[in-house]
């Protein structure tokens, strides 16, 4: 497909500036996850859209290391023109369309550090002559822990709120209520897939100053991440562990897997539009169990864990 499109467009040199951020942050990010792990590397696969489609990107993926079992950090920059199918399924109207943004998924090998999922986006649509007819960024950060240990939850959650509260102290209480309902199975009643984060779609800058605004905050909050996740990491990966608490990881393990193939907006995107699939599926975490109407001991720490997904709770005081 031409990229003509893409250089008559209004907005190409705030693209290139979040372009490049996102490329910086995927670099920082990787080597702060590799520093930690001490063993494993990532491993690094460029790739451009199939059959004439617009854009490509970078998938880094971890594995088999000593942190971290399975895990990814992916940009991609993606553009095309908007398909009936996109209109009917994704509630798109326009010519053509922009997408770019960094998307990751931690799953590590001890069963007492947190999974941790983030992503910061920038979308444009575009009439036919080129010229933007709609744009918004998107982004957050969430924890799905195994164990609770209400100090990391804390941590995290105070970690995201200071960094919001620098722009508007209104912000990160009505953004975590958006996480929290929004990572959720619903068909299981609203359960919680973890202790949520922050979660946020669709701001619209009103003039370039408010999308300059945006662009910071967007900034703050990819820079904030490994503050958020990787103290907690630091502090449990080296609790002893056995099969046991491998189990129960696992069995959580299979709701994170039912809430991205069910409800995840972003998987659903991907696969709509032709994404590549490696890099979608890349968020489902290396081994799974599903087990039969599956509960936990009363009054185990499994239960503790279970307890605090299905009930939404205010980790910081504002």
Known sequence: MEETFLHK?????????WIEYVYNLQEKICNELELLDGMAKFREDDWERAEGKGGGGRTRVISNGNVFEKGGVNTSVVY???????????????????ACGLSLVIHPLNPFVPTTHANWRYFELHHEDGTVKDRW?????????????????????????????????ELYPLYKKQCDEYFANKHRGNEMRGIGGVFYDHLRPVNEEDAERL??????????????????????????????????????RGRYVEFNLIHDRGTLFGLKTN??????????????RFEYDYHPEPGTDEAKLLDACLHPKNWVND
């Open 215 to 252: 662009l910071s905050f967007q900034f703050a909050n990819g820079n904030c991440f490994t503050e958020a996740y990787l103290p907690i990491v630091s502090k449990r990966k080296d609790t002893s562990w056995n099969e046991k608490h491998k189990y129960w990881q696992e069995i959580r």
């Open 80 to 98: 095309g023109r908007i398909t009936d199918k996109m209109r009917k399924h994704l509630q798109m109207d326009g010519a053509t369309w922009f």
């Open 9 to 17: 467009t209004d907005t190409k040199s705030f693209r290139g500036k």
């Open 137 to 169: 960024f998107g982004g957050g950060a969430d924890l799905t822990p195994y164990y609770l240990f209400e100090e990391d939850a804390i941590h995290f959650h105070q970690t995201l709120k200071n960094t919001m509260d620098t722009f508007d102290r």
């Open 275 to 288: 994404g590549r699939t490696e890099s979608i599926l890349m968020s489902l975490p290396p081994t799974v």
